[in-house]
């Protein structure tokens, strides 16, 4: 069963930057879609941003496009997003998850998660 552990969450600025990061083990990272997620408080979860295996292609949701940059590095089993121009209203848990041999999509299955990193962005 794969593993995925979530890192890089914290409080930051509205306009500041993070960068969150998705270890990937117990898998052959590269056969892998992944993807992240996010829940504020009192929602529902929805997607952010998934990445294929096949040729590294992206997609994102509508509210972090041209914010949010979603890349992989089969070396390093790892995953990240890079969230720029942050604002109050990505406030969320976010969880990163992979699917073998899955699609990069809103709607795509995925069937592994994380724990979850919190990012607080503060106005």
């Known amino acids: 069963q794969v593993q995925l552990v979530e890192s890089g969450g914290g409080l930051v600025q509205a306009g500041g930057s993070l960068r969150l990061s998705c270890a990937v083990s117990?898998?052959?990272?590269?056969?892998?879609?992944m993807g992240w997620f996010r829940q504020a408080p009192g929602k529902e979860r929805e997607f952010v941003a998934a990445i294929s295996w096949t040729d590294s292609s992206t997609s994102y949701a509508s509210s972090v496009k041209g914010r949010f940059t979603i890349s992989r590095d089969n070396t390093k089993n790892t995953m990240y997003l890079q969230m720029n121009s942050l604002k109050p209203e990505d406030t969320a848990v976010y969880y990163c998850a992979a699917q073998l041999w899955g699609q990069a999509k809103p709607r795509a299955d995925f069937s592994s998660w994380g724990q979850g990193t919190r990012v607080t962005v503060s106005s």
């Open positions: 117990r898998g052959t990272f590269s056969s892998y879609a």
